[in-house]
């Protein structure tokens, strides 16, 4: 009877010994604030081979019994990045103070009946949105391709509502862009906190979704001071991003605004009121 307990102990001091592994993505963007570091090297031979990562999928991860929350030890060991200044370069591209972002100062949306007011609220305290193009992509040319950019009508206390853009000719968008300027941005309320408080699903039409149909084009020179200013000061790790990856600003400019904030149907805002209208 003995004997059976045997393979079972084998089996068990197998699992003690094993050690956690985790599946990352290609580039880590999850940084302590802690650990950006302020005077890395971003010179063009480095800065682009940090958006290559290969040293593969599977990396160790924490011990088994600290995922678990067990306070036995481990005899595994967290592995430390092939090379530190990498480690450090990826910090440096890919994250940024908290304290450097400012604070939206409103906190809860305007009520449903403003509906112009309500459009020009979530396009300033959204921070990207789903831009729809036409795409050139060879399997799907012709057909509709979505993508996810991050985007600011301004400055946090200075609300435009024009949608600004900072992007690459390596984007696939951005292609598509060059062959058909028009393109869809959607917005959802659900980015921010409201909708979770209310405890609104996505597609609750009270959970506000917006959105601007019109033209890409790229901003003019006089207009490129504030177009930094409204990228840059929403989105600060953007001035560390390679320049070897031609980065330039676009704009929407506005054919149509589509809004469903309210159960029982949608609204076509005019532009004359969508611009006039203030998200504060």
């Known amino acids: 009877m003995k004997a059976c307990y045997f393979p079972l102990a084998v089996f068990a001091n197998v ?26 090297d971003l010179s063009e031979e480095v800065a682009p081979a940090l958006l290559v990562d290969s040293a593969g999928l599977w990396k160790q991860a924490y011990p088994s019994s600290n995922v678990l929350g067990d306070s036995v030890e481990s005899p595994g060991e967290l592995v430390k990045p092939e090379n530190d200044n990498v480690a450090q370069l990826s910090s440096r591209l890919f994250s940024y103070r908290l304290e450097k972002v400012k604070k939206s100062a409103s906190s809860s949306p305007p009520p449903h009946q403003e509906t112009a007011r309500t459009a020009r609220y979530i396009a300033h305290y959204s921070d ?7 795409s050139t992509q060879d399997k799907i040319k012709g057909l509709p391709f979505g993508n996810i950019f991050s985007v600011s009508d301004g400055p946090l206390d200075n609300s435009t509502g024009v949608i600004y853009f900072y992007v690459t000719p390596m984007d696939n968008t951005v292609s598509d862009l060059k062959s058909n300027p028009s393109a869809s941005l959607t917005f959802s309320e ?10 609104y699903d996505p597609e609750d039409p009270r959970c506000a979704r917006l959105t601007l149909t019109g033209k890409m084009v790229e901003v003019a020179p006089e207009e490129l001071a504030f177009a930094k200013e409204a990228m840059f000061s929403r989105h600060p790790v953007m001035a560390k991003w390679p320049v070897g990856h031609k980065w330039f600003f676009m704009k929407l400019e506005l054919i149509q605004v589509w809004l469903q904030d309210w159960i029982g149907g949608t609204s076509l805002i005019p532009l004359e009121d969508y611009f006039k209208a203030t998200p504060f």
């Open 15 to 40: 699992l003690c010994l094993c050690q956690s592994y985790t599946l990352r993505s290609s580039v880590s963007w999850v940084v302590s604030s802690n650990d950006v570091v302020e005077d890395a």
């Open 190 to 199: 659900a980015q921010g906190e409201f909708c979770r408080q209310m405890v």
């Open 128 to 134: 990207w949105g789903h831009l729809s193009t036409i």
